[in-house]
């Protein structure tokens, strides 16, 4: 069954600012109903495009690229995975065992992603 609670989102944060302060990316960290860590990309460098959506985990490449996108998402969701995640789901036997679940959302519904000048 998934879980996370704050003592491992504690200890995976240092990772994940260091993801985020390399690509020049502000975000905040947080629990998802104790079952997934999420992370909220509020601005940043890397233009994403002023826009509010999710991230499929899954298919980086597919919809970001091998640019500087997408090694920044592989890199954070590599970050926010750490040492202790895995995954044995077998979903063709209705079987779902995960650590937790990983979510990035760019932006916010209610703030979109604000693309900033490099410093």
Do not use: C, S
Not at 29 to 57: A, C, M, S
Request: proline share 1%; aromatic share 14%.
């Amino acid at each position: 069954m998934a879980y996370i609670g704050q003592k491992e989102k504690k200890e995976l944060a240092p990772a994940i600012k260091a993801v985020l302060k390399k690509f020049g990316v502000k975000g905040t960290i947080g629990i998802d109903h104790h079952r997934g860590l999420k992370v909220n990309l509020k601005e940043g460098v890397i233009d994403f495009g002023e826009v509010y959506h999710q991230v499929n985990t899954y298919h980086i490449e597919k919809f970001y690229g091998t640019g500087i996108a997408g090694q920044f998402l592989n890199e954070l969701v590599t970050a926010m995975k750490g040492t202790k995640w895995y995954n044995n789901t077998n979903a063709m036997i209705d079987y779902f065992d995960i650590a937790y679940y990983v979510y990035i959302n760019i932006g916010q519904w209610d703030k979109k992603y604000k693309v900033v000048e490099a410093a």
